[in-house]
């Protein structure tokens, strides 16, 4: 039954997603014969973005066909069905095929070393697909250990610069702590000097005093003497 006699807007749907399909299926056929890691996660990136595309069209599709089975008949009805879990089956045998590509991908990245255009790529492929089980499990394990290492490397780093900021807030406390003893000094000093200078202007009134005193006692002995 064409889909156009039954709801346009179904039928351009259906294009849509027919032409995805299509280009789902030649990109997975390109993807097994590139090599290089690098280039097939790009295409896998590519892949994954159009299974996005179509599963939003699925849906689409869904809720067209359900508004459309309201007024039509079973046979149509399950004629919309059918089509739409034909859809959703080879949409999901390509989501299988990128989780196994991408599975596949991460074992050629684990032994990826030179790049394919030094002609090495080939060469490491086919290195990690004539190992044992073993030998991939011992290199993993290399790589855990090295990455454990590094990470250890880190932490003493960032335990060292821990160190030396404790240190240095520690300087910086006792510098402020003598900083302030100095002022504290200062203080007292300049609080004795302020009673020293009341000191001395005190025995200077007391000496100004004094000479008054002498100088008037003189000056009545002459008097007296005058008169005796």
């Known amino acids: 039954m064409d889909l156009a006699s039954v ?17 789902l ?45 309201e007024h039509t008949d079973p046979a ?9 879990q034909s859809m959703i089956k080879e949409l999901n045998s390509y989501v299988a095929l990128k989780k196994q590509q991408a599975s596949e ?5 684990l032994f990826d070393g030179p790049s394919a255009e030094d002609g090495f790529g080939e060469e490491n492929v086919l290195l990690a697909s004539n190992m044992t089980n073993q030998q991939l499990m011992d290199q993993g394990n290399q790589l ?27 300087a910086l406390k006792a510098q402020t702590e003598q900083m302030s003893r100095v002022v504290n000094e200062l203080d007292s000093i300049h609080f004795s000097i302020k009673k020293a ?4 202007k005190e025995i200077g009134r007391q000496v100004n005093s004094s000479n008054s005193f002498f100088t008037s006692l003189a000056n009545y002995v002459l008097i007296y003497y005058q008169f005796f």
Do not use: P, W, Y
């Open 25 to 69: 299926q030649n990109g997975f056929q390109k993807l097994e014969k590139i090599k290089d890691a690098n280039r097939r996660s790009r295409q896998l990136e590519e892949l994954t973005d159009k299974m996005r595309d179509c599963k939003r069209l699925i849906k689409d599709f869904e809720r067209v066909s359900k508004a459309e089975a």
């Open 7 to 23: 709801n346009e807007e179904l039928a351009e749907i259906d294009g849509q997603i027919g032409d995805i399909l299509r280009v």
């Open 144 to 170: 855990m250990d090295e990455t454990d290492q590094a990470i250890a490397r880190s932490k003493q780093t960032v335990q060292e610069t821990v160190n030396v900021g404790t240190e240095t807030a520690a």
């Open 197 to 200: 200078s009341q000191l001395v």
């Open 105 to 109: 991908n991460k074992r050629i990245d």
């Open 76 to 84: 149509t009805a399950k004629m919309l069905h059918d089509r739409k």
